[in-house]
């Protein structure tokens, strides 16, 4: 489709250009973890086309995604001049992207907080603190519990877009729409029992570096997009790369 975007929006086989923006960042973490299954060309080739793909797809969701979850497995890695190193280069291409025809309006548009100059339409942090208002006073009345499963869908699908909260574009805000903040406690608790799983630890850190980046980038991108069914891209892309490096895992 073309909305405005320097390369519109391309879903490929997936029902919806977020879905396929997700996948790529996914998918990018999980080539960069089997360089040593593979040979180095194939797997250079492999993450050149995916972050081509990324940059193509229209889904600038995907581009910050993929930037701090990069910047998240250097700091875990402990590669701290590399991060910072990475951390200048960003800061120097917000000078140049200006200058760059096309550019501007499309990637430039991640880094304008308040939608001011771009083209492209996306949500400003003066919209995020309005749905961060809205997100609690719809659940004034049941903050602790929420409104129950599967309560932002069955509002859209009957109601349409909420007058402030649009599809619930943020992972936090359906959590508290439906669970309260007992749910949010589960769902960070579930994050750290990822993180300190027992047979998690059997693998070597590189491999542990790559699964919590994966998990960082799910949530990442939901936080920023919200949760329209991509859990389950996260699950089988993580349990196929934990079947695939079976030979360093014992219980």
Same mark, same amino acid.
């Given at each position: 489709?073309?909305?405005?975007?320097?390369?519109?929006?391309?879903?490929?086989?997936?029902?919806?250009?977020?879905?396929? &923006?997700?996948?790529?960042?996914?998918?990018?973490?999980?080539?960069?973890?089997?360089?040593?299954?593979? =040979?180095?060309?194939?797997?250079?080739?492999?993450?050149?086309?995916?972050?081509? +793909?990324?940059?193509?797809? &229209?889904?600038?969701? !995907?581009? !910050?995604?993929?930037?701090?979850?990069?910047?998240?497995?250097?700091?875990?890695?402990?590669?701290?001049?590399?991060?910072?190193?990475?951390?200048?280069?960003?800061?120097?291409?917000?000078?140049?992207?200006?200058?760059?025809?096309?550019?501007?309006?499309?990637?430039?548009?991640?880094?304008?907080?308040?939608? !001011?100059?771009?083209?492209?339409?996306?949500?400003?942090?003066?919209?995020?603190?309005?749905?961060?208002?809205?997100?609690?006073?719809?659940? =004034?009345?049941?903050?602790?519990? &929420?409104?129950?499963?599967?309560?932002?869908?069955?509002?859209?699908?009957?109601?349409?877009?909420?007058?402030?909260?649009?599809?619930?574009?943020?992972?936090?805000?359906?959590?508290?729409?439906?669970?309260?903040?007992? &749910?949010?406690?589960?769902?960070?608790?579930?994050?750290?029992?990822?993180? =300190? +799983?027992?047979?998690?630890?059997?693998?070597?850190?590189?491999?542990?570096?790559?699964?919590?980046?994966?998990?960082?980038?799910?949530?990442?991108?939901?936080?920023?997009?919200?949760?329209?069914?991509?859990? =389950?891209?996260?699950?089988?892309?993580?349990?196929?790369?934990?079947? +695939?490096?079976?030979?360093?895992?014992?219980?």
């Amino acid at each position: 489709s073309d909305d405005g975007r320097l390369f519109g929006r391309i879903s490929s086989f997936f029902l919806h250009p977020m879905t396929f &923006g997700l996948f790529l960042c996914l998918s990018f973490i999980y080539v960069l973890g089997t360089k040593e299954r593979n =040979k180095t060309i194939i797997n250079i080739s492999l993450l050149i086309l995916i972050f081509v +793909n990324i940059i193509t797809c &229209g889904v600038r969701s !995907a581009i !910050a995604a993929i930037l701090l979850g990069a910047l998240f497995y250097l700091l875990l890695s402990r590669k701290i001049k590399i991060a910072l190193t990475a951390v200048f280069l960003s800061l120097v291409s917000l000078y140049i992207i200006p200058y760059i025809s096309g550019l501007e309006n499309y990637i430039g548009s991640i880094f304008d907080f308040n939608n !001011a100059r771009g083209t492209v339409s996306g949500s400003s942090f003066d919209m995020r603190f309005e749905q961060l208002d809205g997100c609690f006073k719809e659940i =004034k009345d049941c903050i602790f519990i &929420g409104k129950g499963y599967g309560w932002c869908h069955y509002y859209v699908e009957n109601n349409g877009a909420h007058p402030v909260l649009l599809c619930f574009e943020s992972l936090f805000f359906s959590v508290m729409c439906q669970n309260g903040i007992i &749910g949010l406690l589960a769902y960070i608790y579930m994050c750290v029992r990822v993180y =300190k +799983n027992k047979y998690m630890c059997q693998y070597e850190k590189k491999y542990r570096y790559i699964i919590y980046t994966m998990v960082f980038v799910y949530l990442a991108f939901s936080m920023i997009t919200g949760e329209y069914g991509y859990l =389950k891209y996260l699950l089988i892309i993580y349990t196929i790369f934990l079947i +695939n490096n079976r030979s360093v895992f014992r219980i």
